[in-house]
T-cell receptor
Framework: DQQVKQNSPSLSVQEGRISILNCDYT??????FLWYKKYPAEGPTFLIS?????DKNEDGRFTVFLNKSAKHLSLHIVPSQPGDSAVYFC????????????FGKGTKLTVNP | EAGVVQSPRYKIIEKKQPVAFWCNPI?????LYWYLQNLGQGPELLIR????????DSQLPKDRFSAERLKGVDSTLKIQPAELGDSAVYLC???????????FGQGTRLTVV
């Protein structure tokens, strides 16, 4: 069974608008969450993370929101740019780091000019 | 600063043949990971090293897969013999330690024919 779920395989948005990527998890032991971005033929690139003691973390155009009661997190990209077009992976860890990362299947974001 | 370096980038072999992948982590990173990524899936952990010690190899199919990290720096992942189902991308990642985010290499795409 999948412990980290990204239910939208793809998302398409217009340049300048907001992109919202969603992620749900089932394991209540997860306490650290990360987002990675992946371009074709490249490895995943770390984007942003959030600890379970917070409900929001912001880095430039990227903001991650965590709702522990709903076991849900989301990544907001504002404003979206064509260069943001990539596959975004949500990952979770039960031990505060990268020790036992569990990844979702990814969401392919396309930002149209 | 150089990132995680993997070689080769692509490898095509016949089934039952052996194959090896090499990884050079980011300098100073004590933790090294090997992940497997199948098409349409997120990365899945195969093995994690803390320095030269394999501290989590629970997901490594030990009948045909082996790994080593001599001197706690470079690492090699080997498959012998390879099967058709081993066709996938093999990703190496490293982190300062297990509490920090992991940085990925570009991966090795293996095709077994």
């Amino acid at each position: 069974d999948q412990q980290v779920k990204q239910n939208s395989p793809s998302l398409s948005v217009q340049e300048g608008r907001i992109s919202i990527l969603n992620c749900d998890y089932t394991n209540s032991m997860f306490d650290y969450f990360l987002w990675y971005k992946k371009y074709p033929a490249e490895g995943p690139t770390f984007l942003i993370s959030i600890s379970s003691i917070k409900d929001k973390n912001e880095d430039g155009r990227f903001t991650v929101f965590l709702n522990k009661s709903a076991k849900h997190l989301s990544l907001h990209i504002v404003p979206s740019q064509p260069g943001d077009s990539a596959v975004y992976f949500c990952a979770a860890s039960p031990q505060g780091g990268s020790e036992k990362l569990v990844f979702g299947k990814g969401t392919k974001l396309t930002v149209n000019p | 600063e150089a990132g995680v370096v993997q070689s080769p980038r692509y490898k095509i072999i016949e089934k039952k043949q052996p194959v090896a992948f090499w990884c050079n982590p980011i300098s100073g990173h004590n933790t090294l990971y090997w992940y497997l990524q199948n098409l349409g899936q997120g990365p899945e952990l195969l093995i994690r090293y803390e320095n030269e010690e394999a501290v989590d190899d629970s997901q490594l199919p030990k009948d045909r897969f082996s790994a080593e990290r001599l001197k706690g720096v470079d690492s090699t992942l080997k498959i012998q013999p390879a099967e058709l189902g081993d066709s996938a991308v093999y990703l190496c990642a490293s982190s300062l330690d297990r509490r920090h985010e992991a940085f990925f290499g570009q991966g090795t795409r293996l095709t077994v024919v």
